[in-house]
């Protein structure tokens, strides 16, 4: 079983729409949350942590569920810009150290057409 | 001005040969790491090296040898190199090897394999 799950998309939608991405994770010892945006042929660049309380940037809203280990991603009023794969990303801690690495879902398509 | 860089930016090569992939960062990072992303768009951390130290390494075929002279670049050595090496190389760095760092990828090595 892969550690972060995302529906591969991909996702059409029209400029102005609102989209809602969303994955899940498998360990519960993870200990942070991230969305990452991979342009086509481009390294990952991180969107936005994602906090239990949730969090907003812009645009952007961020979910954490820890009980049910749902994450989600809201755009909203999309841009062509947009157009991007989102990646999911979990951070575990190593048992008894500091230590994390990141562990990346395979990725949400989106196509923002005009 | 590049925070993380990588060369080359594309490698052709027939299996059996030997080829290595350099990465620097001017960040003044300790963490760096190498994330291999297959035809898939899964990216899975190979290795990771915090102060020139080996911190993280997966599952990964003993081909592969990282190699860091100093906490700006760690690079990449392949022996041996088969089909199934295809695949794009990015290497990260971060602040540290905490739970919670914000990880910046370079652009990204393009290796085929024929």
């Known amino acids: 079983r892969k550690e972060v799950e995302q529906d591969p998309g991909p996702f059409n939608v029209p400029e102005g729409a609102t989209v809602a991405f969303n994955c899940t994770y498998s360990n519960s010892a993870s200990q942070s949350f991230f969305w990452y945006r991979q342009d086509c042929r481009k390294e990952p660049k991180l969107l936005m942590s994602v906090y239990s309380s949730g969090n907003e940037d812009g645009r952007f809203t961020a979910q954490l569920n820890r009980a049910s280990q749902y994450i989600s991603l809201l755009i909203r009023d999309s841009k062509l810009s947009d157009s991007a794969t989102y990646l999911c990303?979990?951070?575990?801690?190593?048992?008894?150290?500091?230590?994390?690495?990141?562990?990346f879902g395979r990725g949400t398509q989106l196509t923002v057409w005009p | 001005d590049t925070a993380v860089s990588q060369t080359p930016k594309y490698l052709v090569t027939q299996m059996g040969n030997d080829k290595s992939i350099k990465c620097e960062q001017n960040?003044?990072?300790?963490?760096m790491y190498w994330y291999k992303q297959d035809s898939k768009k899964f990216l899975k951390i190979m290795f990771s090296y915090n102060n020139k130290e080996l911190i993280i390494n997966e599952t990964v075929p003993n081909r592969f040898s990282p190699k860091s002279p100093d906490k700006a670049h760690l690079n990449l050595h392949i022996n041996s190199l088969e089909l199934g090496d295809s695949a794009v190389y990015f290497c990260a760095s971060s602040q540290d090897p905490g739970r919670a760092s914000e990880q910046y990828f370079g652009p990204g090595t393009r290796l085929t394999v024929t």
């Open positions: 990303v979990v951070n575990i801690g190593d048992r008894g150290s500091t230590l994390g690495r990141l562990y």
């Open positions: 960040l003044g990072h300790d963490t």
